[in-house]
Nanobody
Framework: QVQVVESGGGLVQAGGSLKLSCAASGSFFRLEFMGWYRQAPGKQRELVATITSGSGTNYADSVKGRFTISRDNANYTVYLQMNSLKPEDTAVYYC????????????WGQGTQVTVSS
């Protein structure tokens, strides 16, 4: 089994910053990509950013230039530095980890709330 635990959400004013962390633990051969999705009330879950084991990154257009994803391979942790936050960034942020466990499977965290006030 693979456990995925996020931390770092909270309430911040527009223009502020937050840093999310996500740690994977358990039994797996290796981690493929790690990343973040978000879901705002009444909307579908959407990609925010992903990072491969080789540190290749992918960002949603809406966060490019404001958010930075990084990972610590030694500690199976992924981070999301969020700067210049906007009210429209308000959502529950979910960490996703693609792990090789026999086959390849995606594992999700429980989500962490980010609220940006105007």
């Amino acid at each position: 089994q693979v456990q995925v635990v996020e931390s770092g959400g909270g309430l911040v004013q527009a223009g502020g910053s937050l840093k999310l962390s996500c740690a994977a633990s358990g039994s797996f051969f290796r981690l493929e990509f790690m990343g973040w999705y978000r879901q705002a009330p009444g909307k579908q879950r959407e990609l925010v950013a992903t990072i491969t084991s080789g540190s290749g990154t992918n960002y949603a257009d809406s966060v490019k230039g404001r958010f930075t994803i990084s990972r610590d391979n030694a500690n199976y942790t992924v981070y999301l530095q969020m700067n210049s936050l906007k009210p429209e960034d308000t959502a529950v942020y979910y960490c996703i980890v693609r792990a090789v466990v026999g086959g390849i499977r995606n594992y999700w965290g429980q989500g962490t709330q980010v609220t940006v006030s105007s």
